[in-house]
């Protein structure tokens, strides 16, 4: 039995916010983003509403086009922490029907249900439950792809927007008549520029890519090609990561040049321990291990490891740490290849809660 994947994807998401928390923008065209100032604005839309999207709105463009396509539309400016605080609250929904749970961005995540669901009319119903839960809780839609690979489930996601639900069966046929007639620019990855380069190939639709064989990929856009051939027959074995089943999570930068400046070393590992963090506050997981990879030139590599008794997630005192761990080399005279950041003995949030109430208590 293949896998089922589900791609969740928010409709006109900041929009959509705003309307919920102002009933009076709602069947509006309602547009999120800098300022019009009556058409002289700087900056630009961050999304709009799909009454908006009537209007030839869409996100990027620049405010002051936005405002001359439609002038009666309402623009607001956007309050970042509300979006965070309803995609949270999102994320804990989704997260609660499967363990392997991926989330893509502010608005978007992965889900595989494999292995609670044996066929895609039971995927279909648990996309259906799951849309009406994040109505019923957070006032927002969402729009969800069914398929066999994440970028199928991906693609079939903004297939039916708003608050469709769209279902790609495995069978090689199904993939095909579901993608077919499309532009080349649904797969994943391929934008604007990358698209005139397949043109320049005789490739613009999704049917030109079943119709050139694999080696023919290959020897015109090289190992991107082959991906771009695999996605198009549902051969993309990418996982769902399930990230609360990891045994460790890590980053490590290889520099273009070895390098000698300490300061430079501090700011990666800074830059590292940062986008990890940002990674685990997101899926809500702890650590009590920090280990540190340290490559010099020559290839000789040294890792160095530091535990604290409970789970924490505290980005500074991770440094702090970092910073201990790297002292020893403080004085080699070589210079650095690579560097890199382990956390590992990783603690989910549910088992975590008691011991940092104990934290508390035995400090
Ligand atoms: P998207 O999911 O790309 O867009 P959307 O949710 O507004 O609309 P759709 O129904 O087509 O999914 O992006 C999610 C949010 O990210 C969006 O609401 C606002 C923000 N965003 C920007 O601020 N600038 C941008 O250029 C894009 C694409 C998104
Ligand atoms: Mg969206």
Redesign the pocket.
């Known amino acids: 039995m293949g896998r089922i994947i589900l791609h969740l ?7 959509a916010v705003e309307a919920r928390d102002n009933p009076e923008y709602k069947d509006k065209p309602l547009i ?1 983003g800098a300022d019009p100032k009556e058409g002289k604005g700087r900056g ?1 839309v ?2 709009c509403s799909y009454e908006a999207r009537k209007f030839g709105i869409h ?2 463009m620049p405010i002051s086009k936005a405002y001359r396509l439609c002038s009666h539309a309402i623009f607001v400016r ?1 309050n970042y922490e509300k ?1 965070k605080e309803a995609s949270e609250k999102v994320m804990e929904i989704i997260q609660s029907y499967s363990s392997a749970f991926q989330r893509g ?4 995540a992965y889900l595989d249900i494999s292995k609670r669901c044996s066929n895609f009319k039971h995927a279909k119903n648990i996309a259906e439950q799951i849309q009406q839960e994040i109505h019923d809780k957070i006032g927002v839609t969402c ?1 969800i792809g069914c398929a066999p690979t994440k970028s199928l489930a991906k693609i079939a996601s ?1 297939y039916n ?2 608050n469709g639900i769209t279902v790609v069966e495995p069978e090689p046929e199904n993939i095909k008549s579901f993608l077919k007639d499309m532009d080349i620019t649904r797969i994943p990855g391929i934008g604007k520029k990358t698209k005139k380069y397949y043109n320049e190939k005789g490739i613009h639709t999704i049917e030109d890519i079943f119709d050139t064989p694999l080696p023919k990929m290959i020897e015109f856009f090289g190992k991107y090609g082959k991906w771009v051939w695999q996605v198009a027959h549902g051969l993309d074995t990418r996982p769902v990561k399930e990230y609360h089943n990891r045994k460790s999570i890590s980053k490590e930068r290889t520099f273009h040049q070895d390098i000698a400046d300490v300061n430079n070393v501090l700011a990666t590992f800074e830059s590292l321990n940062g986008r990890i963090h940002e990674n685990l506050r997101n899926h809500k997981i702890y650590y009590r291990t920090v280990t540190l990879k340290i490559r010099f030139e020559g290839f000789e590599t040294f890792t160095r490891s530091k535990s604290v008794p409970h789970p924490i997630q505290d980005e500074k005192k991770a440094m702090r740490l970092v910073c201990e761990l790297l002292k020893e080399f403080l004085d080699e005279k070589r210079r650095i290849r690579l560097v890199g950041i382990r956390f590992s003995n990783l603690h989910k949030n549910e088992t975590t809660k008691q011991t940092t109430i104990l934290n508390y208590l035995c400090r």
Do not use: H, N, Q, R
């Open positions: 994807d928010l409709d006109c998401f900041f929009a999120v630009v961050s999304t996100s990027a956007p979006y961005g502010i608005d978007e729009s903004d927007k708003p």
